[in-house]
């Protein structure tokens, strides 16, 4: 494009767009980003500037890198084809990434096609409402979510947070949720205990007990919790859960949105973990980003739950997602499937995910401020502090201020945003599965010289 088109481009992004998670009114003095072009892990903005995205997109979503051809190939010649008829019907590429897909999740059996991963967790939180209606006289309705986890920016999903400044403002919210407590251990105050997963777990059984089980219909998680701080499970934590579910009847949804499709090292991100869940929902890495596309996983049992005569006309699952028919998303999902199999990128994050916890792990010896390292394949976060001792938080402008230096020395990096009251401090990497040990190595020097700077 010309220097003049380029220049019309801002001014009507400038003039015209709503940006997301942004405050515009520092806009009236400058310009916004425009990125333009990627290509593997870069991406260049509308003046030239490349980056290294340490973010895949911004919010985890490029697993696969950008500038797959074969990716936009397969879109484009399956919209030719047939781009679009609503999922009442079934397409080809639906059909074939629902049986791909299933091969990766022992124990599920049904596909439910939606376009985001908000209206994923939607579509398992109303089939826990409707199955109580049809089973349960409407009694187990609740659904129990985790404070510091995240399930989409719907009311309802918001309903789901447990991360209050993402829901502040945005109330009253859909009743019947219940929060249960966080499952991170550097921030236990029993944290050091190795029992303490089983302990965390257990808090979840009393919430239980206290809301009535009889009244509970379902526990939604994130295997790995994403923005409320990179939070892994304990060990013991998950199995734990699992025994407490099967005890109450409450089924249990894994929110894979971030985790799914590779980022922790494995298909799904509840696999490193001795979990059977009824629900999971993915969405982000299911295309790359190529392509809107998000998934409802659920067992054959609760899909049974639905099946019924004809003549019951409200018996069955009455819900329908207009994108969910665009036979793009699934064609350009089994194409990201092709090489996440074929170019062995599980493998690759599992080597790098080793390398750059190594390397984060080398920078917390050095730096104060970080208080902890903590991850799971090429999903980490480096959370900062004050006082090591006290685990005081830094302020959020500090970890923005770092973040802010990265991007001026041409490097993406992420952290918690405007989530919690508290605990917007940690730093938060999630380069694309196809990333090497120099990409690392740049991201993470990227890191070294501005928490050297904050210390001038």
């Not at 919210?173 to 921030?187: D, K, M, N, S, W």
């Not at 392509?291 to 099946?307: G, H, K, P, Q």
């Not at 970890?399 to 919690?420: E, F, K, W, Y």
């Not at 917007?424 to 120099?438: G, R, V, W």
Request: one cysteine or more; hydrophobic letters at 35%; proline letters at 4%.
């Amino acid at each position: 494009m010309k220097p003049n088109d380029l220049s019309e481009i801002v001014s009507s992004d400038k003039s015209h767009v709503w940006h997301h998670l942004s405050q515009h009114k520092p806009l009236q003095a400058s310009d916004p980003m425009v990125i333009v072009e990627g290509k593997g892990l870069r991406v260049k903005d509308i003046n030239g500037r490349e980056y290294l995205d340490a973010v895949s997109g911004g919010v985890w979503t490029v697993n696969v890198g950008y500038g797959r051809e074969s990716i936009a190939d397969a879109v484009r010649d399956q919209l030719v084809k047939m781009c679009y008829f609503a999922n009442s019907a079934g397409n080809i590429p639906g059909a074939q990434f629902a049986e791909k897909l299933i091969g990766k999740m022992p124990g599920l059996s049904r596909i439910y096609y939606s376009n985001s991963g908000s209206e994923a967790n939607e579509k398992g939180f109303k089939l826990i409402r409707q199955l109580a209606a049809l089973k349960n006289d409407g009694k187990k309705h609740k659904i129990l979510y985790r404070d510091r986890d995240y399930h989409g920016t719907t009311i309802t999903t918001l309903s789901a947070c447990g991360q209050e400044q993402r829901k502040d403002q945005y109330g009253p919210f859909t009743p019947g949720f219940v929060e249960v407590p966080h499952c991170l251990a550097y921030r236990a105050p029993n944290g050091d205990d190795p029992d303490y997963g089983v302990q965390a777990a257990k808090e979840i059984e009393k919430i239980i007990l206290r809301e009535d089980p009889d009244t509970v219909g379902s526990l939604c998680l994130e295997p790995i919790t994403a923005g409320g701080g990179v939070i892994v499970p304990p060990e013991g934590y998950f199995e734990t859960v699992q025994e407490i579910c099967q005890k109450y009847g409450v089924l249990l949804h894994i929110d894979e949105v971030v985790c799914g499709m590779g980022r922790t090292g494995k298909w799904f991100g509840y696999q490193h973990f001795d979990v059977k869940p009824d629900i999971v929902t993915m969405a982000k890495g299911v295309a790359s980003g190529y392509a809107a596309i998000s998934v409802t996983a659920t067992t054959e049992d609760l899909f049974n739950e639905f099946l019924a005569e004809p003549s019951e006309k409200l018996s069955y699952f009455r819900d329908i997602s207009t994108f969910g028919g665009v036979a793009g998303g699934p064609a350009a999902a089994l194409e990201n499937m092709r090489i996440i199999e074929e170019e062995n990128l599980l493998e690759n994050v599992n080597n790098m995910g080793e390398y750059l916890m190594g390397r984060l792990n080398e920078l917390m010896d050095k730096y104060e401020i970080i208080g902890d390292v903590r991850g799971k394949g090429l999903f980490v976060g480096a959370e900062l502090v004050k006082d090591r001792k006290t685990k005081e938080p830094v302020d959020e402008s500090v970890a923005a201020a770092v973040a802010a230096d990265c991007l001026r020395q041409g490097v993406m990096i992420g952290r918690t945003n405007r989530s919690l009251t508290e605990y917007n401090n940690t730093l938060c990497l999630s380069p694309a599965l196809i990333c090497t040990k120099d990409d690392i190595d740049e991201i993470v020097n990227s890191i070294d010289v501005a928490l050297g700077n904050l210390q001038q």
